[in-house]
């Protein structure tokens, strides 16, 4: 079946670092990606998308990109902001409807 | 997009009760979807939806333990029957926007059994 796998955290990073979440998955055919996020105090949200190979899904500074040959889709940020604290979700769409999540990724940004 | 409001937004109740947590959505959808997310946990698909036909759950979720309605194409109902402590989580609703490229949330019913 489907899965997908990210990196646990919680991760802690300063002010304008550079932000990379690990994604991986496992899929038959040719799954869509997502990346959700949710706020503190707010539902789930989309952040990101990409549909096929080698696509790049970006949004508010945030860049993913599709890539097929590793089964990837690692978020990356070059300059964070603590408004960007948050649990971070990686996300797929196989042949089925629902959506198949990760674990989460709680990113902490300190000032 | 679509505006989704799930009640109750929380909720606290005794083993072996049942509790029943609406879904309605501003546009007509043809499926909707329940998931559940546990503490610290992922989110977890239970069940799709289906306006006029049962619901199709997922492997570990049987229809005797989470029974869910869909009488039109705007409201879903998920009833957790028979609750236990390990039932405690939060339970979301989600459909895909009329675009069927972004999948929308609830803001979820975060579930206590004591």
């Known amino acids: 079946g489907n899965s997908v796998t990210q990196m646990e955290g919680p991760v802690t990073l300063s002010e304008e670092a550079f932000l990379t979440i690990n994604c991986t998955y496992t899929?038959?055919?040719?799954?869509?990606l997502f990346w959700y996020v949710q706020y503190p105090g707010e539902g789930l949200q989309l952040l990101l998308k990409?549909?096929?190979?080698?696509d790049k899904g970006s949004n508010k500074g945030f860049e993913a990109t599709y890539r097929k040959e590793t089964t990837s889709f690692h978020l990356e940020k070059g300059s964070v902001q603590v408004s960007d604290s948050a649990v971070y979700f990686c996300?797929?769409?196989?042949?089925?409807?629902?959506?198949?999540f990760g674990k989460g990724t709680h990113l902490i940004i300190q000032p | 997009s679509a505006v989704i409001s799930q009640k109750p937004s929380r909720d606290i109740c005794q083993r072996g009760t049942s509790l029943t947590i609406q879904c309605q959505v501003d546009?007509?959808?043809?499926?909707m979807f329940w998931y559940r997310q546990q503490p610290g946990q992922s989110l977890t698909l239970i069940a799709t939806a289906n306006q006029g036909s049962e619901a199709t759950y997922e492997s570990g979720f049987v229809i005797d333990k989470f029974p869910i309605s869909r009488p039109n194409l705007t409201f879903s109902t998920l009833t957790v029957s028979n609750m236990s402590p390990e039932d405690s989580s939060i339970y979301l609703c989600?459909?895909?926007?009329?675009?069927?490229?972004?999948?929308?949330f609830g803001q979820g019913t975060r579930l206590t059994v004591v």
């Open positions: 989600s459909v895909w926007g009329e675009m069927n490229t972004e999948a929308f």
């Open positions: 990409a549909t096929k190979a080698d």
């Open positions: 899929a038959t055919g040719y799954p869509s």
């Open positions: 546009s007509q959808v043809t499926m």
């Open positions: 996300a797929l769409r196989g042949g089925a409807d629902g959506l198949t």
